[in-house]
């Protein structure tokens, strides 16, 4: 997999209410582009329903936005153009539709991959990095978890940009100057 040599995506990484969804809206509002949010989301109970609605609220009505658990190949298709900024908020929960949909994980990998590599527009990603903590008990848990690491690594490589956010704060990943390392 390759960097997009267009427009390019930017993949934006980080835990939970690290403030990497807010860093993301902020990314696109201050593009001066119209703005297209994807969310992958399903609001399966009232907690989840209480979230979406609070990121819709934060957005305002200067959005508009599709919502899409699993086809985000051909949203992304059909939204990425030039004039306009997409956001796709989040990769780990198209990834666990994914996986509840008993989909192949790695071939929609690939296929999201390629499409963000010949996007027409910019297009924002967000994605949780879940791999920095305790090992999970279970097996379903580990093979979501390695799963997101994959994703992850995967998107960094066909994204222009990646920032990590902790605590609210934004770190540059890509691109950057690697220093040698030397032993």
Not at 127 to 145: A, C, H, K, Q
Request: negative net charge; contains cysteine; proline residues 3%.
């Amino acid at each position: 997999m390759t960097q997009a040599d267009g427009p390019g995506a930017t993949l934006v990484l980080g835990g939970a209410r690290s403030g990497k969804s807010r860093f993301a809206e902020d990314l696109a509002e201050n593009s001066g582009l119209e703005k297209i949010y994807v969310a992958t989301a399903a609001a399966f109970d009232s907690e989840m329903a209480e979230r979406i609605g609070d990121h819709r609220t934060r957005r305002g009505s200067t959005w508009a936005t599709f919502e899409e658990q699993l086809d985000l190949k051909n949203v992304l298709q059909r939204e990425c153009r030039q004039g306009r900024v997409v956001l796709v908020d989040c990769l780990t929960l198209w990834l666990s539709n994914l996986t509840f949909a008993e989909k192949d994980i790695a071939a929609e990998t690939s296929e999201l991959c390629k499409t963000v590599s010949a996007l027409e527009g910019p297009c924002v990603f967000v994605s949780n990095e879940v791999g920095m903590g305790i090992v999970p008990e279970n097996r379903l848990s580990r093979s979501f978890r390695d799963a997101q690491g994959r994703l992850n690594q995967n998107m960094a490589q066909v994204c222009r940009q990646v920032v990590f956010v902790a605590a609210g704060l934004p770190t540059l990943l890509k691109p950057n100057l690697q220093p040698e390392i030397r032993l």
